[in-house]
T-cell receptor, first 110, second 116 residues
Framework: AQRVTQPEKLLSVFKGAPVELKCNYSYSGSPELFWYVQYSRQRLQLLLRHISRESIKGFTADLNKGETSFHLKKPFAQEEDSAMYYCALNSANTGNQFYFGTGTSLTVIP | DTGVSQNPRHKITKRGQNVTFRCDPISEHNRLYWYRQTLGQGPEFLTYFQNEAQLEKSRLLSDRFSAERPKGSFSTLEIQRTEQGDSAMYLC??????????????FGPGTRLTVL
């Protein structure tokens, strides 16, 4: 079975502090992992995907197959980072279904 | 093209009625996805199309749910004999494969369904 777990429903950090949003997955094949973000009153949008290995808005995420994790990190949080973040997995090997975690609401305190 | 659009944005219906939602993807996107999202949960995959072909359907999806994409452009999602448990936000997303950005999904604003 494919599962995506985001253990923190709510996360608050002070502006300028480092932030890490946790994501763990279970999948028997080679996963394709994503982070999606939803800002207030906006639609869900892609933040980054692991195969791109890029930094978007200062965020990075590294796929750790040994720990089956794909944590999202940013060294210095900004107020505009406050949003809902969803980790997602694409089971491309078994039919291309997408599985989303339950999301983490990040609040950056000024 | 301003992105994925969904209509209606809100729908209130009585239990037992049928409802239909429409999704217009980004033009030339060949993949179209439907998701359902309830409060406090992430989007739950329902089904997806590659052009007009429905290639995957969640095993959790009731037979009351049906989706079509007749010409490979817009898609409709119909729920028959609605139940209160169907109350949720229904999201549509589209993507283009193959493409340089992979299966990057662009989401619509969603249709919020309330079943009384």
């Amino acid at each position: 079975a494919q599962r995506v777990t985001q253990p923190e429903k709510l996360l608050s950090v002070f502006k300028g502090a480092p932030v890490e949003l946790k994501c763990n997955y279970s999948y028997s094949g080679s996963p394709e992992l994503f982070w999606y973000v939803q800002y207030s009153r906006q639609r869900l949008q892609l933040l980054l995907r692991h195969i791109s290995r890029e930094s978007i808005k200062g965020f990075t995420a590294d796929l750790n197959k040994g720990e089956t994790s794909f944590h999202l990190k940013k060294p210095f949080a900004q107020e505009e980072d406050s949003a809902m973040y969803y980790c997602a997995l694409n089971s491309a090997n078994t039919g291309n279904q997408f599985y989303f975690g339950t999301g983490t609401s990040l609040t950056v305190i000024p | 093209d301003t992105g994925v659009s969904q209509n209606p944005r809100h729908k209130i219906t009585k239990r037992g009625q049928n409802v239909t939602f429409r999704c217009d993807p980004i033009s030339e996107h060949n993949r179209l996805y439907w998701y359902r999202q309830t409060l406090g949960q992430g989007p739950e995959f329902l089904t997806y199309f590659q052009n007009e072909a429905q290639l995957e359907k969640s095993r959790l999806l009731s037979d009351r749910f049906s989706a079509e994409r007749p010409k490979g452009s817009f898609s409709t999602l119909e729920i028959q004999r609605t139940e209160q448990g169907d109350s949720a936000m229904y999201l549509c997303a589209s993507s283009l494969l193959p493409g340089t950005s992979g299966d990057t999904q662009y989401f619509g604003p969603g249709t919020r369904l309330t079943v009384l």
